[in-house]
């Protein structure tokens, strides 16, 4: 249905802006004048925009533990859902619920009107909500999500805390050396010049950089644009994705981060849908694909092709596989208990706390590596600096 930004005027002279849906501008005046509301202006929102609406995560796990509550008070989806848009202050979040209730009064199943914002539902988050209406445990379903949600947004917290410093003196170290290159390196060449002194090669290629990024700045900065661009496409070329993610699984320590992110991701993913009475196969399928890892990926979708011949998980996996040695005992204990969801929820939880620790290990490298590299650069331009004075004081002791 339609949605259209509004702005009106009560019979107080009180001015609203909000966002409704309606079939039509007419009908929306109508309805508008039906709640003494006089239409000052009505302007559609493009249904693609809206469509791509998306919510902050703090927002979103909010949101879900505002909803689960309603439900298991007693209140219906429907009840709930409006009044939670009633009270949300103007702005993404009512929009977002306003929509949601206008299709589920409507009978719109909820699942089919969260499916609308296609950012924010994606199909596997519809899917546990539509299995949860199903098996009417739409509170447990809702609540799974947040756990989810919230799990996944505390991981992406801790990286960006561990972050902060590594980037700070990465970009200071940056700024600093462009301040010699681009102001200290040229008096020193002047110096030079002036007593034509001969250089050492090391002084003549600082000199030559320095003059390269004061003469040259701006088709630098063009060609680093256009480099950026290139790499950006082609990181994201689906033909060159295998490549991309086989050569990250290589790389020492960041692809066991990699590894175990990506099974974290899959393991939460396929517990979430099977948890949520979702069959097991097409949990195998959006956990697969929701690895972000090519590689790894294909080796599911593998075995979920021999899971469908009748082999247990733990022994469809292609052998040798490309995840962490502790999945398959995980895996094969719960199957063989039929305990697959908490043997899931176990290799998730797991496997996030060994990518946490494998990150912090990793960026406690990265400080003595900034700074061992800031330190060679800075004694590079001291050595090439003092190497010709060298030379000078040399000459003037022999004369």
Known sequence: MPA???????HLG????FRAAAPDEPALRATLRARSLWPVRITPVAARKLRRLTLPTADFIALLHQLELQLRAGVNADAAIGQLATDAPAGPVRTLLEHIHAEVARGTPIHVACRFFEKQFPPHVAAVIA?????????ESIRALAAHAAGGAELRRTARRALIYPVAVLGATVALIFFLLGGVVPQFAGIFRS????????????IATSDLIRTQWPALLGALGIGGVLL??????????GWRDRGLLRMPLLGDIVRHLA?????AHCRLLHEAGIPLLDALRTGAELTGNAVLERQLLAARERVVLGEPLYAAL????????FLVPALKSGETTGQLGAALKHIEEYAASRARDQLATALAWLEPILLAGLTGIVGLMALSFFLPLFSLLAGVNAR
């Open 318 to 325: 292609p052998k040798p596989h490309a995840f962490p040695g």
């Open 263 to 267: 099974t974290a991701r899959f393991a």
């Open 14 to 17: 009180h001015r609203q802006s």
């Open 195 to 206: 007593l034509h002194l001969p250089l050492p090669a090391l002084t003549v290629a600082l």
């Open 131 to 139: 299995a949860g209406e199903a098996a009417a445990q739409l509170p």
């Open 4 to 10: 259209f930004a509004v702005t009106t005027i009560d």
């Open 232 to 241: 950006t496409v082609l990181l994201r070329a689906r033909r060159l994705h």
